[in-house]
């Protein structure tokens, strides 16, 4: 560790200075407080005591019961080989008995006092004998079917009633479904905007025929992927999966029938290029609603997504509509939740930080113990395979969430031995691309203050906090032998050797870094075998994972080539554009072959779909669609010169 430091004062020069002056790090500084918030606003419904409470309390009481029943019978146990103790030592085991029995209670009515609809759905959906059953008896070839359907009456009656069914087979537990559930997908509604405009904003400027009809069509298929909750749900929470939301929305695709928190970021750079301004607020209202639901965005809106967020991309929804609109009301409004939100992400009680003596990053960390109901057969049945004991099963569970709350689920970046699914181990890795995203949402929460008017010193503890991550960064991940940023584990702080895209990401942080760094950065991009026709690969390991080689995803093209353009270089920006041109060109020979927009492509053949995971290729797709709406705004009348000439 201390011969990359200094190697790296070769490379890196600005960077100390420019975090001269910072005491602390940022958790440690970060002094934000929110008592001079204006409540008053109708449109700010912050959050109060309730906050994360509804946070699978059901799964809580069952541990809390679970270690109260170990003790009690620990001590019953011990009582027992007493012997001819006397009275008194009796009497001191009664004693210690009841006194733990009154704990338990105690803890159990505590957590019911918060019992939420979400809570009630999840004593279904999220942990319990019939989601086993449907499990065992593979009811549906994709397990998230069964969770996303709709119950026809109360959880408690069908959980009753599932007790009381007799023979259990495929064929009983199927009529059994289909008495006491509705169909999947019959929990929300079809919507069309209001005043769908024809073509992009941008369409006029093309010159390419081929590309205006592609471009076109993109822009259409919004309208097949727009969906709103009916209120029904929000009367009968309980009885679906489904959360509420009280604006209607773009949903990804195919078996993603619901909002998905870092897609919507893509769809939204989409949306505002098809000049759809008023579907991306109400959108971004929605996370506010889920901010003052839950303290925090889960990863979907389903009530077994409540485990885990997604990475944090809010604040980047926000200034990417105030850079279209200039509406500073949206600043005013979302402040408040942005600040929220970046608490959720730095409360040690969350598991999301990674302190290395001073320093402190951030890393995933998904608070569950169970196989995620959405995957709740492959989960169990790859832990069987694996013949994990109890233990075992628990951490793996937790990994395999933690792993979706990453966004790339799954990936040989998480794996202990880089080839299979059993070793994962994500939660003791902090990755390189959150740190950016926090690095960069601080940025914004540092910019979004000044711009309201609020206190100055907020601003400047932000700010802060941006130069000593980005300090953290280069002294804990920057490697000078490969020119890019490694993800490392916690907590022995050891540089994971693997390449992924991820590497790479830290272009986008902006100047953070030295420009010794980023063109150090750029270069090894440059000669990167991952660079590669049909879009840049997602890392150099082929697993059968589809966030692995030979895939190529949207937003990694996107990512890479802001941050190349970023670094306003002739070099940098001819680069960016070669990943804008083949990622243009792969998705539009797709297109042409099969009418479909995919989720991911096949990063070695242009104008083929991408494979692997755990669940087939989707259909849609909503942050393909962004990424191709807004690569094509920025080089719309140059097309033919730029990709084609």
């Not at 803890?107 to 019992?115: E, G, R, S, Y």
């Not at 959405?374 to 990994?399: C, I, N």
Request: contains cysteine; hydrophobic residues 35%.
């Amino acid at each position: 560790m201390e011969e990359n430091k200094n190697a790296l004062s070769t490379v890196s020069t600005n960077v100390d200075s420019s975090v001269t002056g910072i005491s602390s790090y940022y958790y440690e500084t970060e002094t934000v407080d929110d008592s001079d918030e204006d409540t008053s606003n109708e449109n700010i419904s912050l959050i109060n005591e309730n906050k994360i409470t509804k946070k699978m309390k059901h799964v809580q009481q069952r541990q809390i019961k679970s270690y109260g029943d170990e003790v009690a019978t620990k001590v019953k146990n011990a009582c027992l080989s007493c012997g001819n103790s006397s009275w008194l030592e009796l009497v001191i085991w009664g004693v210690l008995i009841l006194g733990i029995s009154v704990v338990v209670v105690a803890l159990v009515l505590k957590q019911n006092t918060n019992f939420g609809p979400e809570d009630e759905a999840c004593e279904v959906y999220c942990d319990s004998p019939l989601l086993e059953a449907v499990s065992k008896y593979k009811l549906f070839n994709d397990s998230k079917t069964f969770v996303d359907m709709p119950m026809k009456m109360p959880p408690k009656e069908i959980n009753n009633a599932f007790k009381k069914l007799q023979n259990l087979n495929a064929h009983s537990m199927q009529v059994f479904i289909d008495e006491h559930f509705r169909p999947v997908g019959s929990d929300q509604e079809e919507w069309i905007p209001e005043d769908f405009p024809l073509r992009p904003q941008f369409y006029d400027n093309m010159n390419n025929e081929t590309m205006k009809e592609f471009i076109l069509n993109v822009h259409r298929i919004w309208k097949l992927l727009g969906r709103k909750v009916p209120a029904n749900v929000s009367t009968l929470q309980a009885q679906n999966s489904l959360i509420y939301l009280p604006h209607p929305y773009i949903v990804p695709g195919g078996r993603f029938r619901e909002v998905y928190y870092w897609d919507t970021f893509w769809i939204i750079k989409g949306l505002l290029q098809s000049g759809l301004d008023g579907v991306v607020r109400g959108i971004i209202y929605n996370y506010f609603h889920l901010i003052d639901r839950f303290g925090f965005i889960p990863n979907g809106n389903r009530v077994y997504y409540l485990t885990r967020s997604q990475p944090p991309l809010l604040n980047e929804m926000v200034m990417a509509l105030f850079e279209a609109t200039g509406n500073k009301t949206d600043l005013v409004v979302a402040l408040p939740y942005l600040e929220k939100e970046y608490k959720y992400w730095n409360e040690t009680g969350e598991g999301k930080q990674a302190q290395f003596d001073s320093i402190l990053l951030s890393k995933y960390n998904a608070v569950t113990t169970l196989p995620r109901p959405e995957s709740y057969r492959e989960d169990t049945e790859t832990a069987s395979k694996a013949g994990m004991d109890d233990q075992q099963r628990v951490q793996f569970y937790k990994d395999v969430a933690t792993g979706a709350e990453t966004g790339w689920d799954f990936s040989s970046r998480w794996f202990q031995d880089k080839r299979h699914l059993f070793s994962i181990r994500t939660s003791s890795i902090v990755p390189v691309d959150l740190n950016v995203f926090m690095l960069r949402f601080e940025s914004h929460l540092a910019t979004i203050t000044t711009k309201v008017g609020n206190d100055p010193s907020k601003a400047a503890t932000y700010r802060s906090a941006m130069y000593a991550r980005g300090a953290a960064m280069v002294t804990m991940m920057f490697n000078v032998s490969t020119c890019t940023f490694h993800d490392i584990v916690f907590p022995s702080g050891e540089q994971i050797a693997s390449i992924s895209a991820s590497n790479y990401f830290p272009l986008w942080a902006g100047k953070i870094f030295d420009d010794g760094v980023q063109s150090c950065m750029m270069l090894a991009l440059e000669k990167s075998p991952m660079m590669k026709k049909g879009g840049f690969d997602t890392t150099n390991s082929n697993t059968g994972q589809q966030w692995d080689s030979p895939n190529a995803w949207a937003p990694v093209q996107w990512i890479l080539a802001q941050g190349l353009d970023a670094i306003g270089t002739v070099e940098g920006r001819k680069l960016a554009l070669k990943i804008k041109c083949n990622w243009l060109q792969t998705t539009m020979l797709a297109y042409k072959k099969t009418s479909f927009m995919y989720e991911k492509y096949n990063a070695t053949k242009v104008g083929e779909g991408g494979g692997g995971g755990e669940y087939t290729p989707q259909l849609g797709f909503g942050w393909t669609n962004g990424v191709v709406l807004d690569f094509m705004a920025d080089i719309a009348g140059s097309y033919d010169i730029l990709c084609l000439g």
